[in-house]
């Protein structure tokens, strides 16, 4: 009787431990694969985060500050006060490709 018993607690404790490894519910990979995915999203949180600051010193900048207003108005409308005077430079196509493409060849 005690052998009986032994024998089907060891076959229970055999059954329950190949559902914990290779189970797909619950099982050691499934818990391996989220514990990858809540590190990956707590490295996109941290980096959404350090964005958020950003924008929110830009926005602080923004508010308070007439030199970012003017320094985003030059950047992105070309703002120009009065007595400025404009220079554009425009350079010929393919001048930039050019010194590149000698260098790459390295002159053999």
């Known amino acids: 009787m005690l052998r009986w018993v032994a024998l089907i607690l060891l076959i229970l404790l055999i059954a329950l431990q190949m559902k914990l490894w290779s189970g797909s519910n619950g099982g050691v ?5 989220l514990r990858a ?13 350090q964005r958020n600051q950003a924008l929110g010193a ?12 003017e320094a985003r ?3 992105e409308l070309g703002l120009i006060k009065p007595g400025e005077t404009f ?22």
């Open 87 to 108: 220079y554009q430079v425009v350079e010929k196509p393919g001048a930039t490709a050019a010194p590149a493409a000698a260098a790459s060849t390295g002159g053999h």
């Open 37 to 49: 995915a809540v590190k990956k999203q707590g490295e996109d949180n941290d980096k959404l985060t």
């Open 29 to 33: 990979h499934e818990v391996e694969t």
């Open 73 to 75: 108005a030059r950047a």
């Open 58 to 69: 830009d926005v602080d900048d923004l508010k308070h500050g007439d030199q970012a207003v």
